[in-house]
């Protein structure tokens, strides 16, 4: 559940999305609640989400939020309306991506949702996980993940999908709702692991515009959409 960046609002296409990679790695049925700009942590949507049988459940509406007085008025109740119906939901808790050096509004954000996490924690909730998305990009050249700095392109959400994926298999091994399809896969018999698929993914994708913009170019037509 969360924004235009859950939905994979500027991907090149819906597979890109990060909700999208993680579940075809775990061959599980994706739920995308990712409302662009509209999922603000209301609770008749935490009261759907709590009625449907889930695996793992990632909240991640953090950008939606108009402010931070509402992501702190909301986050908490959002999750507890949902634990309250499901005790043993793995939740995962992520902050939204930046690509810029870290500002005061994402410090903020960051507290604001880890607050969220070392309560269930102090509670005794020992299905909940918090991710920084600090975490997410390198420092250098930070901005190649992104299309306009707010929305992570493939390469970006691919690297969003790489730090949450142990976290979500990790989470769901412990209750066992969630049979991992990938860690039979090895480098033999023309089949990669998990990091290579999505490496190799990436390298088609560059190696395929190169070709189209080099064809482009030599025909004369117009280069400047890539």
């Known amino acids: 559940y969360g924004s235009s960046i859950t939905q994979g609002g500027c991907v090149s296409r819906p597979a890109n999305s990060y909700a999208n990679i993680l579940c075809r790695a775990f061959d599980a049925d994706c739920c995308n609640y990712g409302f662009s700009g509209s999922g603000m942590g209301e609770l008749c949507v935490a009261e759907h989400i709590a009625s449907r049988d889930l695996a793992c459940f990632v909240m991640d509406y953090d950008y939606n939020a108009p402010s931070d007085e509402h992501l702190k008025a909301t986050h908490e109740p959002f999750f507890k309306l949902i634990r309250e119906k499901n005790p043993d939901l793995p939740v995962v808790f992520v902050t939204h991506p930046f690509f810029e050096p870290k500002k005061e509004f994402d410090t903020r954000r960051i507290e604001i ?21 600090t975490v997410f990009f390198s420092d250098e050249m930070r901005d190649l993940y992104s299309v306009d700095n707010l929305h992570p392109n493939d390469l970006g959400q691919m690297k969003m999908a790489e730090t949450l994926y142990p976290v979500v298999k990790k989470l769901c091994e412990a209750v066992s709702r969630l049979t991992l399809t990938l860690d039979s896969v090895k480098k033999e018999n023309n089949t990669y692991a998990f990091d290579d698929i999505l490496m190799i993914s990436f390298a088609l994708s560059v190696t395929i515009r190169l070709y189209v913009y080099s064809n482009i170019k030599v025909q004369g037509m117009c280069t400047s959409l890539f």
């Open 113 to 133: 949702i880890r607050e969220t996490y070392d309560n269930a924690v102090k509670a005794g909730d020992k299905k909940v996980y918090f991710v920084d998305s």
